[in-house]
């Protein structure tokens, strides 16, 4: 019970934080959105955080110094910086939405679909660039490794795997790569 005494006893007087809230809130919120890149709720959020360190802590009122507002800037700050690293240590979220448009990995149908669109397009392929690419990707053999089974030269297997490549990217739904 004693405890419960001293702790409450060691809080800010809430007349004395309305008025801190009123005197600086609009400045520290400004503040807290621009180190929040404009996100209004997580800056009420510190602003809250903060007004809440400045309730735990009353001793700051009695600083040396004429206004409290450059231990509220500081201490404001300070939450900004660990919640952005607390952010950037977990994993990011991801909504519903990308769970609803991944396919099920246990389905063998989508599987299917994707052999069979490989198949048709490695099929539209000249019959040069298909052997290249047979060599290559289905064999896994290394580019002189091809060369030396079908009998061309490194150069030949290479340009032959970009343009073959280049081409099925063409014909593939959903596999062209984004141009930078």
């Known amino acids: 019970m004693a405890t419960a005494t001293a702790t409450a006893s060691a809080r800010t007087d809430e007349r004395a934080l309305v008025e801190l809230q009123r005197e600086h809130g609009p400045a520290l919120l400004s503040f807290l959105l621009g180190l929040t890149y404009g996100d ?56 519903d939405g990308v769970l609803a448009t991944t396919p099920d990995p246990a389905d063998v149908t989508e599987t299917a679909v994707a052999a069979l669109d490989v198949r048709a397009a490695v099929e539209s392929l000249t019959p040069e660039h298909r052997a290249v690419l047979v060599q290559i990707y289905f064999r896994g053999l290394s580019v002189t490794e091809a060369a030396e089974v079908l009998g061309i030269p490194v150069g030949t297997v290479k340009s032959r795997s970009y343009y073959a490549l280049r081409a099925l990217a063409g014909c593939l739904p959903g596999y062209a790569r984004r141009r930078r």
Do not use: C, K, N
């Open 40 to 95: 209004q709720q997580r800056a009420e959020d510190l602003l809250q955080e903060t007004l809440v360190r400045a309730w735990q802590h009353p001793e700051a009122f009695d600083g040396p110094y004429e206004s409290m507002r450059p231990w509220l800037f500081t201490v404001g700050r300070r939450l900004a910086i660990d919640a952005r690293r607390s952010r950037l240590a977990r994993p990011a979220e991801i909504g």
